[in-house]
């Protein structure tokens, strides 16, 4: 009998404490996390030929190297996870260096890839501190190897960063960036871009939304979200058989970023950046992005990342991209619709740059006609797909766009000449014309589409002594470009790029007066110059300037700037 009464009293003891445990579930101190079926793919799973053994299995709360606690995964890319990390041998004068971010690569890189990447990552680092571009580029703290299951993983630690900029813009009315914010966002990449190229010597290869991050701005935004992490712990999947669990990424930073944040924004993921000097020919970019020296393998060095960057612009400022209807997958991506949609825009290629193109013979014949005609659409043009600006907006905003999307490497603008180009140096608001929205609320909205446009078959122009005079200039052009509003001071020109083999920067160009230095008429540079030869020793090889339109664009940029804002500019002459 006693037995009996001591069987019911811990049976009721037992459904008691299950029914406090089910009650007091939802105000734990420590929240439990949705899972994830083990069925669904999610996260770096989804990437081609993943294998789990290849990856560290990092769980939050795992404390690196002794110094660095796991809190939160930020996101995953084809070769590595990064994550939230609170640095344990900060002290309270860190500030928001009391938490760092940690990429844990997997245990496949070669120890020569390895070895590239940090003499990369050196130079960056060293070059020049004093460099405008210098703050817009993102650097490493420091590196260390865990030890895997199947291999060592390489660990680098960077700053802390808000998520990347195809994520913060969705924060922006009509998620995508107006001609206000990208003249905020451009010079920083811009600058970012000239230290990379004029400083370092390097390309990024690879630049892309995903790869543009920005500032924090407020320096308390990091304790919000590693609590809110905490208390909204992120779903994820049980452990696998190799002890693996595959956590969601969290990135989100909550409000729209300020303008000051905007400001910031740094160029990041060197993991395969290459050096600009050398001769290199392999393979680089995204599909949609390449550029089209590397589809037809002509040689690329810095102007890969000008064409990268006008293609990755069009896609923060319509929703459509520029080569958005061409299939991107690894198995279905074909070089000839890209081909076809750069000559819808950009005209034929010229036969000189295809007669150094070493897969030209692929895709055009011996006159340099195209053999895939079909993929040249018509109705591809720049005007007809940019849709959120105003008609002078749009104008001026093309002919920035042609200096950045030639076939001809060495025509594009180099990134500090486009740092001076009139769409960047004005200040005029503009506006989407948004049935939904008022004019007073869409100030900021979309306005900027780079047309990744090619120069039009026109002849170089004619600008004696690589000089061109004030007096004829118009007024308000002068007062766009501020390097021309005093002729009295000098500064050094900006390094040209040869093609001897590869694209080299001149050590030793000339200084010029800001007079002479007007963007939108850079000095012209003959390949007879670049190899180190007089005009008179090759009369007849062909000039190529920096860019080809000069005279058309000065044109151009003059009716616009001498007509009504709200007039809707005709057709240019042909």
Not at 455 to 469: D, I, R
Not at 513 to 535: I, Q, R, V
Request: proline share 7%; charged share 25%; net charge neutral.
């Amino acid at each position: 009998m006693r037995s009996s009464n001591l069987l019911k009293r811990a049976h009721s003891h037992n459904k008691q404490t299950l029914s406090n445990l089910l009650h007091s579930r939802g105000t734990s101190p420590h929240p439990q996390p949705d899972t994830i079926s083990g069925h669904k793919l999610i996260e770096e799973e989804t990437n081609p030929n993943y294998k789990p053994e290849h990856w560290y299995p990092a769980r939050i709360g795992e404390v690196l190297n002794h110094r660095y606690e796991l809190l939160v995964k930020l996101g995953y890319g084809m070769t590595a996870t990064v994550w939230l990390a609170k640095d344990l041998h900060a002290d309270g004068q860190s500030g928001n260096r009391k938490y760092v971010t940690i990429k844990i690569n997997v245990n496949t890189l070669g120890e020569d890839f390895q070895k590239g990447r940090r003499a990369i990552a050196e130079k960056l680092f060293s070059a020049n501190p004093q460099h405008p571009g210098y703050a817009h580029v993102r650097f490493m703290l420091d590196t260390f190897r865990v030890n895997g299951k199947y291999g060592d993983h390489l660990c680098i630690v960077y700053d802390v960063l808000r998520e990347p900029i195809d994520l913060c813009m969705k924060k922006f009315p009509g998620s995508r960036f107006s001609c206000g914010k990208l003249r905020v966002l451009l010079p920083a990449l811009l600058k970012g871009l000239d230290y990379m190229h004029s400083e370092c010597h390097v390309v990024h290869t690879d630049l892309k939304p995903d790869n543009i991050m920005m500032g924090l701005g407020d320096p308390n935004i990091l304790d919000h979200f590693v609590q809110h992490e905490h208390d909204h712990p992120s779903p994820r999947k049980a452990p696998d058989s190799h002890g693996r669990i595959i956590y969601t990424s969290c990135s989100d930073f909550g409000e729209s970023p300020t303008e000051a944040v905007i400001a910031s924004a740094k160029i990041t993921d060197i993991g395969l950046a290459a050096w600009g000097d050398e001769k290199n020919t392999k393979p680089i970019q995204s599909n949609v992005f390449m550029a089209p020296e590397v589809i037809l393998q002509a040689g690329w060095s810095y102007p890969a990342d000008i064409w990268n960057l006008g293609v990755m612009l069009w896609d923060l400022v319509e929703n459509i991209g520029l080569f958005d209807s061409i299939s991107t997958e690894p198995d279905h991506y074909r070089p000839e619709q890209h081909l076809g949609l750069m000559i819808a825009l950009l005209g034929p290629p010229p036969k000189e740059f295809l007669a150094r193109c070493a897969k030209a013979k692929w895709y055009f014949d011996g006159d340099g006609q195209f053999k895939y005609p079909k993929y040249v659409a018509e109705d591809c043009k720049f005007e007809h797909s940019i849709h959120r600006m105003n008609a002078e907006e749009k104008e001026l905003f093309i002919d920035m766009a042609k200096k950045m999307l030639t076939w001809v490497p060495e025509e594009r603008w180099t990134a500090k000449q486009l740092l001076e180009h009139p769409f960047l140096t004005k200040e005029r608001e503009c506006y989407w014309d948004t049935p939904s929205l008022s004019r007073a609320s869409t100030t900021s909205v979309g306005s900027l589409t780079p047309s990744r446009s090619g120069t039009p078959g026109l002849p170089p122009t004619s600008v004696p002594n690589g000089s061109v005079h004030h007096s004829s200039l118009p007024v308000r052009l002068l007062e766009l470009v501020p390097s021309l509003a005093s002729s009295d001071t000098t500064e050094p020109r900006l390094q040209r790029q040869s093609t001897n083999g590869s694209l080299k920067a001149s050590e030793n160009d000339e200084k010029s007066t800001s007079s002479s230095t007007l963007p939108l008429k850079p000095k012209m540079e003959t390949l007879a110059e670049s190899k180190g030869e007089s005009n008179d020793e090759a009369p007849n090889k062909k000039r190529v300037s920096i860019n080809k339109s000069n005279e058309s664009s000065q044109a151009m940029i003059d009716a616009i700037l001498n007509r009504g804002k709200n007039h809707t500019p005709k057709p240019e002459a042909k």
